[in-house]
């Protein structure tokens, strides 16, 4: 049978089911930790999605991945952000952004993954406090940001660094944010927020400028870019309800939505659309006609977030529940979904340059002068987060033992005021800071003292806390720093101490970059471990 026909047959098998709305969807794994299960992704025959508190600042977004064939959800790796943006395969690889980086630097963060394999990486240019979401625009990788303005950047593919490309301002707002992008008829679209100032707009870039698309409603927000055949479509959000619109390179029209159903998310196979919309404690998932209208599917026993789908397996949708989120499949003919290339054409190594002793030791004193002088307040904090945020060293090896030996510098006993009337001390900012650098470089090593002090912090404003040793337990895990005392150090505090759930998720998450195993928090089954491999 032709891939024409198949289409055909498949379409009518599906609408035939779904007049009757009788497609029950199967529960899969379900996660007690998190409420929240969404950023559903289809890589290398596996679904991957984050388990996060998405609607609050909760220290925490951690990765898993389901392999339909074999029935296996494991645990990957846990993201230092509070939440994760919306991840792209490109080139090969799949990206997640870091929604909200812990770190704090004033920049915007991701990691890269070939599904083995990790790299965490920083971007040369913007002010971003948000990463929303990374896409593929024709060969380029493009981010979209939140902070003061919102901020539109692409990825040079020859130096493999970062362009800002367009500022969105935030009007009468005090934060504007580009929050979704997609590729439609070869041209970038983003989609733009404004809390507060019903301006948000659908933007194409055309020659490098942003341009508004006429016609489209107001509203405080646009998201769910999603390209499916010869449109564009997303949802307007007016804060109290979501309209679906449908962009044909030329006009703008509205694509009904079922009364008091909030969409949630749109997933286009090719020869489908699917949409998901909840309401109350349920939902739904849809999919478009040829009438250009939504027919019901299935009704969804759970309120989805995220939907995504594989041509053998059919469709996943991400759930949210406050005791535990579920991923569940809805079983459908062929789908149709085209497969993502599995070429590793982007690099997880980048080539560097050799650095001289000279500039080693001119980054060493630079860096030095900053860290044992924090007079002037938060504007020496700010100086210190911009130099040790992005510097172009950082991927380089010689850099790690720059940070090395910054971390043995005496440093004044001073406290500096940062966001939030937040209260730090110097030698603890300095501290987070290095130990984060080394982190994201991959290289150096952390003393296991490091690992050990309780955790005795207060509650913020913001949920974020500069505490070196919280820093050093997350960079043991990018350092991959498989030696015994780190793992008794990292295994003694995950089942004698007192640490909150979030501090438990970083714990293991170091746990599971050093030494290959996938047992999330299950508390008892790293003690086992531990047990058997270290009497």
Known sequence: MSKLNSTFLFLFTLFAT??????????????????????????????????????????????????????????????????????????????????????????????????????WRVMESGKAMHVHALESCGDRLIAVTGSWTGQFLSRDNATDKWQLEYDYPAGSAAFSRLVDAEYFNSTCYLAGSANNDPSARLLQ?????????????????????????????????????????????????TVQVKENHRIRDLHSTG?????????????????????????????????????????KHGVFIGSYHRKGPTLWQIDLPDTGTSTHSTATIDPLDRALPAMT???????????????TDPSNGENKANKLRAELARP???????????????LEVPLPDATVTLFTNHQAPWKQLVHWYLLGNMAINGQG????????????????????????????????????????????????????????????????????AITDQRFGLDIPAWQQWFQINYP
Do not use: C
């Open 445 to 512: 090593s952390i003393d296991p003292a490091m690992l050990t002090t309780p955790w005795t912090g207060q509650a913020t404003q913001s949920n974020k806390y500069f505490d070196p040793t919280v820093m050093a337990i997350v960079a043991t895990g990018w350092l991959k720093q498989n030696n015994q005392s780190t793992v008794t150090a990292l295994i003694a505090r995950l089942t004698t101490g007192d640490d909150p759930l979030w501090l438990q998720s970083d714990i293991t998450g170091a746990l599971t």
């Open 357 to 371: 002793e000279s500039q080693i030791e001119a980054i060493y004193s630079k860096l030095k002068n900053i860290i």
């Open 18 to 119: 779904a007049a009757q709305g009788n497609v029950t969807p199967k529960a899969i794994h379900t996660l007690h930790h998190w409420p929240a299960i969404s950023n559903v992704i289809e890589y290398q025959e596996r679904i991957w999605f984050v388990n996060s508190s998405p609607y609050k600042d909760t220290n925490v977004a951690d990765i898993y991945s389901y392999h339909p064939a074999s029935g296996v959800t494991q645990f990957e790796r846990s993201l230092f952000s509070q939440d994760a943006g919306t991840p792209v395969v490109h080139n090969g690889l799949l990206y997640w952004p870091l929604e909200d980086p812990r770190r704090s630097a004033g920049v915007g963060e991701y990691v890269v993954t070939d599904g083995r394999t990790w790299s």
């Open 205 to 253: 870039i055309v020659d490098g400028k942003a341009e508004a698309i006429a016609g489209w409603p107001k509203s405080d927000r646009v998201d769910g870019l999603t390209a499916h055949g010869a449109k564009l479509y997303a949802w307007v959000d007016t804060g109290s309800t979501r309209t679906l619109q449908a962009f044909n390179g030329t006009a703008v029209e």
């Open 392 to 406: 172009e060293e950082l991927a380089h090896p010689a850099f790690a033992a720059i940070l090395t030996r910054l």
């Open 271 to 311: 020869p489908v659309l699917f949409m998901i919309t909840s309401s109350g404690k349920s939902g739904a998932l849809w999919s478009l006609n040829q009438s250009n209208s939504f027919e019901l599917v299935s009704e969804l026993p759970f309120i989805p977030l995220s939907i995504t789908s594989t041509e």
